[in-house]
């Protein structure tokens, strides 16, 4: 009933179609192999191409990380080595609290005194539980030696890199619609606990609370202090990660020379190599596409 | 009757009693290949507690393994676990090929490996589409290419899902034959006298989930009760997605207007069916669609995504194909409404007796196993270096698997030696269905 269609197309040999109905068609084996074959594949349709340069930029947000938990760290070294006291301890944590502060009102658009108000809150409740909860954190790990404590640190604070969420923050603005995912939650709690196992090692209860309070401000804000500094201006956002990069590496060469060689090794990695192999490896990219694939809705799914 | 006789083992997890479009392909075309005199044996995994041989209509033995299905009917994938029984079994019924079925179904794969491993031919039918993104698709994509990478013949189901085997497995095209599916035209008859077009009816069966468009129908179903007030819908099926629908019927007072039957038993689809005029398909992906076949063969009149092998299934007037996207499903409703008065569902009914019928594909299947059986012996070295191409890590891997699963073979030989294994003495069926019915009532006998 459908043969007359192809027939007069041409007269000895009807042509092949690409249809299932009907049974074998006349003249064709059933592993027959047509020039269509495989016409409707689209390879590479989804692929962005990508500019060195800014992978180069995006890269410098890892950096900038990686240079806060370095300048975190040095700070627990140097109140262990009891160069810093608890003081100046305290002072560091106001000046950061001062001016975390000062920049999320700077960069943020809705300024309002209630939001202010409602931060200033939160933030006095959180340092009186800390206060209050200093003298357990201080027992908390005596029964476990100091070389337990470095080993376990140094993973956690791996643990927290790698999972670390570093396209956004976190802790969110109040508002925000995404919740954080489960990498991020782990990874902000991996550095909580690594602070923790520090604070446990120090010899008096205010030192404990100024070195919380100094972890705990660094891991929970400062993702989104910078956060928001790049979603004000991109340049201030480069200009302050290279300033945070110099002080850093200024600061590392003044406590171990190969360290300082580590860091900058690790920075030149991450900024330049990585880069680089990321634009190489996108020449292999074979992404393939065609009619077999899962039909893609063009609306959003409310559950 | 001078022509080759097969004996045939079709390995699949899913049979009867589990429904589904495999399990339907499965039965009948075993049925079919009795009929033209061959041997069929089908071996699956136990159901519940059914399980040991099992006899179906026409002397079909069922081999149910007693292997206890862990996730969404697959057995656990052991490897070697089932190595035993299944030479066994291919050696009692003295098996000269052996059949699979589906790229999900672990038994299946496990069975070929091990029919290869003996030195069976095997033929691989592949039942559904699959993408290249994610990781879900990359492991399963990696299991097909290590069981294709040694079949003797592949088939599929329409010519989309050849293209995505042969991409997914590397195949030389050549071994991947087009075989579709197939609908018994006797069971699904248009309705006696022809219903009025006062009321137009659109039916919808499937099951209510993601991959079957679910979230597609919540859009398009109040759009069309809109646009035509004389038109109702009936939905059958169950699925996570049914609370959305319940949802949609509710928001927009549409109770009286869309009918949700839930889960339909298979032998009552012909009595949904033939209660509409249209039958909508809002598949996302689809290798063949076998309630397109039974909603045509009712004589309804198909409004479908055009989504994998569904262009393939139907000649251009009896479908009418629509992009996965409301307003363009919704104006290919508005075209068939438009259409439904020219449409005879007695000559569809007829027209689709000519189109599909499972003899014929059980002939064309034929075909395929006497290519298999003329296919050369190969030894062990010669397919390990195949299995070898497969991949820089995977093909070692590969290798590896099969050397283990040869040593296990010969094991096995010096434990329980082939010519120990009692064979199956065949009965002869006769051909008409008063005969198959008195051997079938003595299989049960012996069976008891």
Not at chain 2, 267 to 279: K, P, Q
Request: hydrophobic content about 45%; proline content about 4%.
């Amino acid at each position: 009933m459908d043969t007359n269609i192809s027939g007069d197309s041409s007269p000895t040999r009807p042509k092949w179609r690409k249809v299932a109905y009907g049974g074998m068609q006349p003249g064709f084996d059933d592993n027959h192999t047509d020039e269509t074959f495989l016409e409707d594949m689209v390879m590479n349709a989804n692929v962005v191409k990508r500019n060195i340069l800014k992978v180069m930029q995006d890269s410098v947000s890892i950096s900038q990380y990686l240079c806060i938990v370095s300048l975190v760290v040095l700070v627990w070294t140097y109140t262990l080595r009891s160069t810093l006291n608890e003081n100046s301890l305290l002072l560091l944590d106001i000046s950061l609290l001062g001016s975390g502060f000062l920049i999320l009102l700077l960069t943020e658009e809705m300024l309002s005194l209630n939001l202010l108000l409602h931060y200033v809150l939160n933030v006095s409740f959180f340092t009186t539980g800390l206060y209050v909860l200093a003298p357990i954190y201080q027992t908390l790990t005596r029964s476990i030696s100091s070389d337990s404590i470095w080993a376990v640190t140094v993973s956690l604070l791996l643990l927290h890199l790698f999972l670390h969420d570093y396209s956004g923050s976190t802790i969110r603005a109040p508002g925000a619609l995404k919740n954080p995912n489960l990498t991020s939650c782990i990874s902000l709690n991996a550095s909580i606990v690594a602070s923790v196992f520090i604070a446990s090692r120090l010899p008096s209860r205010l030192h404990v609370f100024a070195i919380m309070l100094f972890s705990l401000q660094v891991f929970l804000f400062a993702p989104l202090v910078t956060y928001c500094i790049k979603k004000y201006s991109f340049r201030l956002h480069l200009l302050f990660s290279f300033g945070l990069m110099a002080v850093t590496l200024a600061f590392v060469y003044s406590l171990h020379c190969l360290l300082f060689v580590l860091l900058v090794g690790m920075l030149v990695f991450v900024n330049v190599v990585c880069p680089y192999w990321l634009i190489r490896i996108q020449e292999y990219k074979f992404e393939i596409n065609g009619p077999w694939d899962e039909a893609k809705l063009c609306f959003d799914i409310t559950d | 009757m001078a022509d080759l006789k097969h004996r045939i083992l079709m390995v699949s997890d899913f049979f009867y009693p589990n429904f589904g479009g495999v399990e339907n392909h499965i039965y009948y075309l075993s049925q079919c290949l009795l009929k033209l005199g061959h041997k069929v044996v089908v071996l699956t995994h136990a159901y519940g507690n059914r399980s040991g041989v099992r006899y179906m209509t026409g002397g079909l033995k069922v081999y149910y393994v007693p292997w206890q299905p862990f996730l969404m009917q697959n057995t656990l994938p052991t490897f070697y676990g089932t190595f035993p029984i299944i030479r066994t079994i291919l050696l009692r019924e003295k098996v000269s090929l052996v059949h699979g079925h589906q790229a999900f179904s672990t038994l299946c794969h496990e069975a070929l490996m091990h029919a290869r491993t003996m030195g069976y031919k095997v033929v691989f039918t592949d039942h559904s589409l699959y993408g290249f993104a994610d990781v879900g698709s990359i492991h399963m994509n990696k299991v097909l290419q290590f069981t294709l990478a040694d079949v003797t013949r592949a088939i599929c189901v329409s010519h989309t899902s050849k293209e995505n085997t042969v991409l997914r497995s590397g195949l030389p095209p050549g071994k991947v034959f087009v075989i579709p599916n197939a609908v018994d035209t006797a069971m699904f008859k248009p309705a006696p006298e022809r219903l009025g077009h006062n009321e137009i009816v659109i039916v919808v069966i499937s099951r209510l989930v993601y991959r079957k468009g679910a979230d597609l129908l919540v859009e398009v179903i109040p759009e069309v009760c809109r646009l035509y007030p004389n038109v109702r819908f009936i939905v059958g099926g169950d699925g996570p997605k049914r609370v959305r629908l319940e949802e949609m019927r509710e928001k927009h007072s549409l109770q009286d207007r869309v009918e949700m039957l839930g889960a339909v038993p298979h032998a009552s689809v012909r009595s949904v069916l033939i209660s509409g005029h249209i039958f909508l398909n809002s598949s996302l992906t689809e290798a063949f669609c076998i309630a397109i076949l039974e909603a045509a063969s009712c004589g309804l009149l198909t409004v479908s995504t055009r989504v994998g092998g569904v262009p393939e299934v139907l000649p251009d007037d009896m479908i009418v194909l629509a992009e996965p996207d409301p307003h363009d499903m919704v104006r290919a409703i508005k075209n068939a409404i438009s259409i439904l008065p020219k449409i005879d569902p007695q000559v569809m009914h007829d027209r689709m007796k000519g189109l599909y019928n499972w003899n014929d594909v059980a002939k064309r299947t034929e075909i395929v196993y006497n290519r298999a059986l003329k296919c050369s012996d190969q030894s062990l070295l010669e397919r390990l270096s195949r299995y070898l191409s497969c991949g820089a890590w995977a093909g070692k891997l590969f290798c590896l698997v099969m050397i283990i699963d040869f040593l296990l073979w010969r094991l096995l030989e010096l434990w329980q030696p082939a010519k120990d294994i009692e064979e199956v003495p065949d009965v002869v069926l006769p051909c008409d269905q008063d005969g198959e019915k008195i051997i079938q009532k003595i299989y049960n006998q012996v069976d008891h």
